[in-house]
Nanobody
Framework: QVQLVESGGALVQPGGSLRLSCSVSGATLSYYEIGWFRQAPGKEREAVACTSSSNGNATYVHSVKGRFTVSRDKLKHTSLLQMHSLKPEDTGVYYC?????????????????????????WGRGTQVTVST
């Protein structure tokens, strides 16, 4: 059974950068679409980005386009979320999740409204706080 563990969350000032990692074990990374989601206090979980299992293509929600980059390292069984120009509204618990086949289509179609229903396995999250 695939397992995911996020790391890299921290307190960072507005305009700063962070890189989150999602370590995947129990299954081959290339079999899965890897989605990134976040949940701010008092708000619903929302999608951030996704990488396709077929070709590694990335999908981003509008609010993070041009600032965030998602990638996957097959040798290290890891997905990375590089975040630049962070804003206070980026604050939240960030989760990675694994889904089969066309899970990323959910994020392509729904954008931030995606709640990850097509993703079967989830990590426990890592806290990102953007504040002075």
């Amino acid at each position: 059974q695939v397992q995911l563990v996020e790391s890299g969350g921290a307190l960072v000032q507005p305009g700063g950068s962070l890189r989150l990692s999602c370590s995947v074990s129990g299954a081959t990374l290339s079999y899965y679409e890897i989605g990134w989601f976040r949940q701010a206090p008092g708000k619903e979980r929302e999608a951030v980005a996704c990488t396709s299992s077929s070709n590694g293509n990335a999908t981003y929600v509008h609010s993070v386009k041009g600032r965030f980059t998602v990638s996957r390292d097959k040798l290290k069984h890891t997905s990375l979320l590089q975040m630049h120009s962070l804003k206070p509204e980026d604050t939240g618990v960030y989760y990675c999740a694994a889904g089969l086949d066309t899970a990323c289509v959910e994020i392509e179609v729904l954008g931030v409204l995606s709640r990850g229903e097509q993703f079967q396995a989830w990590g426990r999250g890592t806290q990102v706080t953007v504040s002075t």
